[in-house]
């Protein structure tokens, strides 16, 4: 009995022992957690629950030319609430207040909707209640002066967390030339190639892992994000408006699959307005893809521009040199080059084989040359870099496919079907570039969308600096070229889309596609038309691209040379208006008329002159006191502007010209300028305002 009373005893001894000893254990353990480790396990419970948050900065505006917005950032803001700062009374005598101003704010939901909600979040001390997401600028001012909310972030509890949305002031203009570029996708266009600009550099603060998500802790740690730069394009938004609109009634009528038209700025090489549109499911159009510069293919006889100023850089022909065309019918290897025209000449001018876009006199003169070494042929085309790519700012332009004898794809039927325009392969851009260059005097120019990039008005990048320019062709070669365009228009293929007031150039292009690589049975064409104006100075260029027209009309006289027209007139009717404008502030009360009602006047306004004329007709500058004759002029296009319709008929008819005349009052306009060579009967274009 004593042994079990003592084992019995011994077991509680030890049992207690182990429990004050696991006891000891824990207090030991809590001290060191508590007090030595305390650093430790806060470090690892912030963790937990605290982390960095990147700050987006505001993304950069992109600007048109006159500093409208073609994009923009937004802001949006999802706004939440902190229940647990805001004072027992306070809450309970402006809570009803507060749920009717959100119901006013957001109809959507009722203030008894708004009044459970606030309720509820109170009595649970949430300190992060979602109030709503996507709030705009003007909402988020508003909410600012709601009851309680008004009290601000530590006793009112409002917390704003600044989103930002990408919006497009003008709608869906240039809409695939601005692009987008998103956090999951690289995107498009000029938000994606000046993403490093616009993007600007991400802040940073820390935030607390809460019920309902992360809440903004203090502001020590915050890392203001750098906002992004802003893109200034040479875009004018109101040549784009014009150009996307005809565009889009253009493929409409003709129910073609897509298109895209090109303006371009002569003398600089920018790009005031891209349009691209292909047609949707439901029938209608829109900018879901840049074929201005991401599709390439055979231009047909727009190429021909190309191949004429190879003829002419060689002295292979003149103007006005007469060709032998076989009655439109040229058999090269056992196959046929036909003209669309074909038994109507079996001779006509280089002009007139040009302004009707003969294919065999091309062919004929590009395969006789240049034939036994077709490289010299190929030299003139790399010399348009017409083997490069533009390098313009907008990603995803292919490399051009210009065949040549090194080429495994060469034949001996490549050449004379390359100086028409086929087995080649080539954007609009690409071939508008190269064209741009011819009429600009030889002088061709890297074409560029953006001007420059700007950081808080300063400017970071000047896209006007160090601009690439290389000379293709001649001054000569040149006013050949142009007085070829002008004929398209004068008794061409464009001679159905003259205007009265304005005298243009160009070339048109119908390309067959091929279907399976055969272009016999194919029934599918491109229609393009490649241009400038004014005809002898041009300001502007413009390319034309339809593709698939399906109403039964495919040529490029019937569907790209009216849309092409259709743009230049209101583009150079805008343009004038401006210049004249200008010009109007400055201009003196009287410049042009006869020189005995001047001689009248002087008696009266004390206007010197320095020499006296013996012509009736006189131009004078009352601000220098000179005066100019006007009279027969030797060879040069006489100055009409500031004379009558009348003067201006008798001055341009006893120089050997015709006059079309536009408008009524004075000249303003006159096509070609003053000064440019000129032969008997040519047409001179006049516009009165």
């Known amino acids: ?35 030595v480790e305390r650093d430790k396990w806060l470090s690892l419970s912030d963790s937990a629950t605290i982390r960095h948050q990147d700050i987006s900065p505001a993304r950069g505006n992109i600007y048109s030319d006159d500093g409208s917005l073609l994009s923009t950032s937004m802001p949006i803001y999802d706004i939440h609430w902190d229940a647990t700062v805001v004072n027992a009374d306070t ?123 992360y809440r903004p802790m203090n502001d020590e740690n915050l890392i203001e994000p750098q906002n992004g730069r802003d893109v200034h394009t040479s875009i004018n938004i109101d040549f784009q408006e014009i150009t996307q609109r005809a565009l889009g009634k253009t493929l409409q009528k003709h129910n073609a699959k897509s298109g895209c038209m090109v303006v371009m700025e002569v003398s600089t090489g920018k790009i005031k307005a891209m349009a691209n549109l292909k047609r949707k499911e439901d029938g209608t159009y829109g900018e879901l893809y840049n074929y201005a510069v991401g599709n390439s293919y055979e231009p047909g006889s727009v190429w021909k521009v190309f191949s004429a100023m190879a003829a002419f850089e060689d002295g292979l022909i003149g103007v006005n040199d007469t060709l032998d065309i076989g009655n439109g019918e040229r058999d090269y290897f056992g196959k046929s080059m036909l003209d669309s025209d074909k038994g109507r000449f079996s001779k006509m001018s280089f002009k007139q084989a040009f302004a009707l876009s003969s294919n065999v006199a091309f062919s004929s003169i590009i395969f006789d040359n240049y034939g036994d070494n077709p490289s010299k042929y190929i030299a003139h085309l790399r010399k348009l870099d017409l083997d490069k790519i533009t390098g313009t700012e907008i990603l995803g332009e292919p490399e051009p496919f210009l065949n040549h004898p090194e080429n495994s794809t060469w034949s001996q039927l490549t050449l004379p079907w390359l100086a028409v325009g086929y087995e080649n392969q080539h954007t609009p851009l690409q071939l508008l570039t190269a064209y741009n260059g011819i009429i600009n005097g030889g002088i061709m120019i890297k074409p560029r969308i953006v001007n420059s990039v700007t950081d808080a008005g300063i400017v970071t990048k000047d896209n006007d600096k160090n601009v690439r320019k290389i000379r293709v062709c001649s001054k000569e070669t040149s006013d050949k070229i142009k007085e070829l365009t002008a004929a398209v228009f004068s008794e061409g293929t464009a001679s159905g889309v003259v205007s009265s007031l304005v005298s243009m150039g160009g070339k048109t292009g119908t390309a067959q596609i091929a279907t399976r690589g055969a272009y016999q049975k194919s029934k599918k064409y491109n229609a393009s038309f490649v241009g400038h104006f004014p005809a002898d100075n041009p300001v502007y260029s413009m390319y034309v691209c339809i593709t698939e027209p399906s109403n039964g009309q495919f040529y490029a006289s019937q569907v790209a040379a009216p849309v092409f027209s259709e743009v230049a007139v209101q583009i150079f009717t805008i343009s004038v208006k401006q210049e004249v404008e200008k ?107």
């Open 1 to 35: 009995m004593i042994n079990v009373k003592k084992s019995i005893l011994w077991r509680v001894v030890f049992g207690m022992s182990v429990v004050g000893l696991f006891a000891l254990w824990i207090t030991l353990e809590m001290f060191k957690v508590q007090l």
């Open 583 to 689: 010009v109007a502030k400055k201009a003196p009360l009287y410049t042009l008329g006869y020189y005995s009602d001047f001689k009248q006047l002087n008696r009266v306004l004390g206007v010197k002159l320095d020499k006296e004329v013996n012509t009736e007709l006189v131009q004078i500058n009352a601000a220098e006191g000179t005066v100019t004759g006007i009279s027969k002029s030797d060879g040069k296009m006489p100055n009409v502007k500031g004379l009558g319709a009348k003067d201006a008929v008798y001055v341009l008819e006893i120089n050997g010209l015709k006059a079309k005349i536009s408008g009524y009052g004075r000249v303003v306009e006159q096509s070609p300028e003053p000064g440019v060579p000129i032969y008997e009967n040519r047409t001179v274009y006049v516009r009165l305002n």
């Open 91 to 213: 809450f309970k005598m402006q809570v009803n207040e507060l749920a009717i101003e959100l119901s006013r704010l957001f109809p959507d939901h009722t203030a008894s909707y708004f009044l459970a909600m606030l309720k509820k979040a109170y009595a649970d001390k949430n300190r992060y209640k979602l109030i709503r997401r996507k709030v705009n600028y003007h909402e988020q001012k508003a909410l600012q002066d709601f009851a309680i909310f008004k009290k601000g972030r530590y006793k009112g509890g409002i917390l704003f967390e600044l989103n930002t949305k990408r919006v497009k002031p003008a709608g869906v203009l240039a809409d695939r030339t601005i692009g987008y570029s998103t956090v999951d996708n690289p995107g498009v266009g000029l938000e994606r190639a000046y993403d490093e600009d616009l993007g600007g550099t991400k802040g940073q603060r820390l935030v607390q892992r809460i019920s309902g998500g």
